[in-house]
């Protein structure tokens, strides 16, 4: 179930961020999801598109520096203190969150978090297990 | 190992002819310098000497030395022995302070350089039946010329590619088969490289053997230049004041270069004191052209700083050796006291699994140095967190601290943002102003 996210280095300049997302647009890959962690020197921008095998090859074709990580996604009810219960729920039963972007689904009464955590496997349990509904890729691409 | 010889008689000759050699034109030298050359006639007679003080090898530590600043000073003609109708070839520094030194050559000069690196293309094998691709520059840089000429003695087909349009050195080396390629070893990396990135495998080329100099290089980059290319990568070196490359190559054994010491008679010198040192001592190298006509220079200081061997090799030759330069007196960084020379990051950088192409820039501020090193972000070390990343980095600040004594300030850039080098590699941008 788990998701596969993109992540891309960017250095620390003008334009950085953006090239290589024009790069994906000319490519025809649809951004779904987005997130960008950074140090003085450089920053590193995860993404999930609709197409994410594709945007990594397109991206290291152009030679860009990237990754494919899995992660875990989960519906969090679009109510105040939703994200927090559920990052709660995981904390509670020993799943260390490396890191959390979320963005609000098109559709229904919820948002879609992304994690980076330590175990997916056991992410996924506890989420299933407390009733929280996980995020499939496609789900995402389909959005 | 195939015990090849271009000019066996000479490379293997035993050590007392060869000295026997040595002297009977050091003699001959010393008087065409003399008759030829005020500039360092006057030098000899400062120290009270004439022709006949030099009666063998055994004097030559008599003889005054000629340095850089004597070439910058006496440019063009001042160190000309010949007159110019005699003279058929140019060939100069790339040297951006100061005046270039411009080095002459008559027809015979040519030919015995290109004797030199046909002795040295041998060495690596190759014979008529090879395709010697040249991309070392042409021009009035030597390296181009000069294998280029050894390459048509030897017989090779060769290709004059010259360096640079890497996609057409590719095409042409690819095509054309070419089993051996000469040029700089930053460039050798970089068509490695751009090999792999168009989807080649090692084994896909037909190259056997490169021969590589013109700027200092590892073990480690020839490690992994083999690897990339799936060669034997071999060293040469030569500097335009000699002639060029050539002057010293290495052998099947790759332990070090011969030195064609019938033309180039080598010493090791103490750098500070002028003294010369016995066989097997670090120091300061210095040639005399025995047999240069144009430009003969005798005891010149090169600057470069390695060991004299002799012995007996592997291949057989009897040359005396010298190791790879372990760094340049005139490349080598004092970073806030601290003697830093540039191929030291580069060994860090290719045992931390980085791209070897970096760029150091030093400054100062507040009269303290600032030390920093730009590094291409590789695959292998990237991860999607910061703190992945991060620590990453400083895994390599700390092996550059123990290799160096001092801490750079290490910044991650974008793979392929330091200009790659299409001849020699800029590799240190000191803004210091220490001169």
Redesign the interface.
Known sequence: MAIR?V?V???NRKG?LADPLRVLSEAGIGLRALSI???S??G?L?IITDDNTKAAFVL?EH?????V?DVVAACADDKPGGLADLLTTLSEQGVDV??VYAFVAKTGNHAWVVM?VNDNTEAERILRESNITLVSEADIAAV | MSKQYYQKEIETMPYEQMRALQSERLCRQVRHVWDNVPYYRSLMEEKGLTPDDIRGVEDLHKLPFLKKDDLRDQYPYGLLAKPLSDCVRIQSTSGTTGRRVVAFYTQNDVDLWEDCCARAITAVGGTREDVCQVAYGYGLFTGGPGLNGGSHKVGCLTLPMSSGNTDRQIQFMMDLGATILCCTPSYAAYIGETLKEKGYKPEDNKLKAGIFGAEPWTEEMRRDIEKSLGIKAYDIYGLTETSGPGVAFECEDQSGMHINEDHFLAEIIDPDTGEVLPEGEKGELVFTALTKEAFPLLRYRTRDICVLTRGKCACGRTLIKMTKPMGRSDDMMIIRGVNVFPSQIEAVLLSEGYSPNYQIVLDRVNNTDTFDVNVE???DR??????G??EA?KKLVNAMLNMLGIRPNV???????IARSEGKAVRVIDKRKLH
């Open positions: 996210q992540s280095f960017v250095e950085a962690a950074d140090t020197d450089f590193i995860r290291s030679g860009y520096v990237c990754s990580t490396e890191y980076r | 972000m590789t695959p990237f991860c999607d967190t910061v703190k990343t991060q980095e910044h991650l850039v974008a793979p392929k943002s």
